[in-house]
């Protein structure tokens, strides 16, 4: 490409319900880290794995939609989507 800036998403819809579907499978992979749920303690431990789940998430979307919007002056789903990919990846070896 001669000019990488102008390279975009193609199907920005596609896109978020790609994240959608990636977030939504991360419940299985990082709760499911536990291996059981036969005591109260056991579930209760899958159910904050899930709340840092979400919260990791959710804010690495926000602070790189916001850190985009500050830089760019423009909004950038697509960098929101990342910024959820990267927060759900950086959480993942702390569960």
Same mark, same amino acid.
């Given at each position: 490409?001669?000019?990488?800036?102008?390279?975009?998403?193609?199907?920005?819809?596609?896109?978020?319900?790609?994240?959608?579907?990636?977030?939504?499978?991360?419940? *299985?992979?990082?709760?499911?880290?536990?291996?059981?749920?036969?005591?109260?303690?056991?579930?209760?431990?899958?159910?904050?794995?899930?709340?840092?789940?979400?919260?990791?998430?959710?804010? *690495?979307?926000?602070?790189?939609?916001?850190?985009?919007?500050?830089?760019?002056?423009?909004?950038?789903?697509?960098?929101?989507?990342?910024?959820?990919?990267? *927060?759900?990846?950086?959480?993942?070896?702390?569960?």
């Amino acid at each position: 490409f001669s000019n990488p800036e102008e390279f975009g998403c193609h199907n920005l819809p596609l896109v978020v319900l790609g994240t959608f579907a990636l977030w939504f499978g991360w419940y *299985g992979f990082n709760p499911g880290s536990t291996l059981t749920m036969k005591s109260g303690s056991d579930g209760a431990l899958a159910a904050q794995v899930a709340m840092n789940t979400t919260l990791a998430a959710a804010t *690495g979307g926000i602070t790189v939609f916001l850190l985009r919007y500050v830089i760019t002056h423009k909004y950038d789903v697509g960098a929101l989507c990342n910024g959820i990919l990267a *927060g759900l990846v950086s959480i993942t070896a702390g569960c």
